[in-house]
């Protein structure tokens, strides 16, 4: 019964995680008004709770692992209590600084869901698993829309308060329903990192996630103010026009997990970067309140699917560091909501217009698509290779000219020479003496005639041994016809060939 219930609760965990997170940019509108902040602090202000959640996200997730989520989310709840009730009696820019900078503990707890759920579930159920509690982050969305209007009612210090009512329920609920027998993984957080910070994969899923997920929450807290000061929309329009971004981000999101769960992940994701490019460069040129809205859906759109896909590539690859590499391509992601504020605010105070800005967006997210098609293909090449290496035939591939230039560990357990021994050697070493010329004459004729010979052979191991193949040679062509390299697979017959002379 608990295991069953814990993909609803961590999930809502996410929700509160993230409501929480984002209490200052939903109420800033209203919280300027008793609290004087200069114009150029307003993305700092909004930017820094985005700083902390992205930090804690790398000992978070690795700590779910350790202690499980149960004990993780209780904690972070717990100590969620303190900065919100300092922010709702703030009277300075700096009280709503201190207090913003440790609201980030709610935007960290994203990793632990993501490191503890697939647990739960099979492999091939990770995508949709982990974009079902992704789509917590819908919590954003109702601050965002519900905060102002509880707050044009009751004020924004109340509203506030009215959050630690929540936690403390949600504290209440993990202590009840938490797992408290979920499967504990003890390795060294250093060893972990060891383990995975050289693999070019974390990397460019760190890049991939700080802009799918940078972007979401950049446009998350930034377009509130954005719309009323550019487009002079009313600050409750504002807030509903931003919760209909988040909210299409969000719902998207167990999608993009569904759909990486069907189809090719890096195929997914070339399309999510060819609509973040486009719809860019729709907003560099500040077009239309109605345009605008098009490209802000469009990047809402791919902002969640491409989330969703993400975090099934994440447990495909780095299974067992699941929880450390969760925590550093969530961290990294967060960052990406972090910069671009504070980077469209500078822009806008230099030049007065943010189309730099997007454009920057958009290079960006082309560079992104570049890369997934490059990955896909280095994938393709790394599957041809563990084939190469894994096949218990022995291959050996030789250049136009006869030159052998790459042999499998097959081939050196059946010959007993080394790749060393051979490179660069003719495939005569092997040869055991028993074909007279016109045999190979007759083999390299129907291999140029029809592009391949097979038949059985007799050659050499490196000690002496004679022993009989099964040989298959192919040539490999390129464009025009011509052949480029030859490639042979064989096997021992040697035992096969001594029964049929019994017989």
Wanted: charged letters at 15%; aromatic letters at 14%; one cysteine or more.
């Amino acid at each position: 019964m608990i295991k069953k219930v814990q993909l609803p609760l961590q999930t809502l965990n996410l929700v509160v995680g993230f409501m929480v997170w984002v209490i200052i940019s939903a109420l800033l509108p209203f919280i300027i008004e008793d609290i004087s902040i200069p114009a150029d602090k307003l993305a700092i202000l909004t930017a820094i709770p985005v700083v902390l959640g992205s930090v804690l996200r790398i000992p978070l997730g690795y700590y779910a692992n350790v202690f499980g989520a149960r004990l993780v989310f209780l904690i972070s709840f717990i100590l969620l209590l303190f900065p919100v009730y300092y922010i709702s009696e703030a009277s300075s820019f700096t009280d709503l600084v201190i207090g913003g900078l440790f609201l980030g503990i709610g935007g960290a707890v994203f990793s632990v869901g993501v490191t503890s759920l697939p647990k739960y579930y099979a492999k091939e159920k990770h995508g949709l698993v982990n974009g079902i509690y992704g789509a917590g982050n819908i919590g954003t969305a109702i601050t965002t829309f519900a905060a102002p209007v509880i707050a044009t009612q009751i004020g924004w210090s109340m509203t506030v308060k009215l959050y630690l009512i929540l936690l403390l329920f949600f504290a209440a609920l993990n202590i009840f329903f938490g797992d408290r027998k979920e499967v504990k993984v003890k390795t060294p957080l250093m060893e972990q990192i060891k383990g995975v910070y050289k693999n070019e994969k974390l990397w460019f899923f760190s890049l991939f996630y700080f802009i799918t997920f940078g972007s979401f929450v950049a446009f998350t807290v930034y377009l509130p103010n954005f719309l009323v000061d550019y487009f002079q929309l009313d600050k409750v329009d504002a807030g509903m026009r931003t919760a209909g971004f988040i909210a299409v981000a969000t719902f998207l999101r167990p999608v993009g997990g569904w759909l990486a769960d069907k189809f090719q992940p890096l195929f997914l994701l070339m399309g999510v970067f060819v609509i973040y490019t486009v719809a860019a460069i729709v907003l560099a040129f500040s077009p239309s309140i109605g345009l605008y809205t098009v490209g802000c859906m469009a990047i809402a759109v791919s902002a969640g699917i491409g989330n969703g896909v993400i975090f099934k590539l994440v447990p495909f690859y780095f299974n067992k560091q699941a929880g450390t590499v969760n925590g550093i391509v969530s961290m990294v992601g967060g960052l990406g909501g972090f910069f671009p504020p504070l980077l469209l605010a500078s822009i806008y105070s230099i030049t007065g217009q943010y189309s730099i800005g997007f454009m920057l967006l958009s290079q960006v997210a082309l560079a992104s698509l570049v890369l997934v098609v490059w990955l896909y293909y280095m994938d393709r090449l790394s599957l041809s290779a563990e084939v190469f290496k894994s096949t218990g035939q022995g291959i050996l591939v030789t250049d136009s000219h006869g030159k052998i230039k790459a042999v499998n560990p097959a081939f050196t357990q059946l010959t007993e020479y080394k790749e060393a021994d051979v490179l660069n050697q003719n495939p005569n070493i092997l040869s055991s003496g028993r074909h007279n010329e016109e045999f190979y004459q007759k083999m390299w004729a129907q291999i140029k005639e029809q592009g391949e010979w097979q038949g059985e052979i007799w050659n050499r191991r490196k000690s002496g041994e004679e022993y009989l193949q099964w040989l298959n040679i192919s040539a490999v062509k390129d464009d025009t016809g011509e052949d480029v390299r030859y490639v042979g697979t064989f096997t021992d017959i040697t035992e096969e060939h001594k029964k049929r002379k019994h017989e």
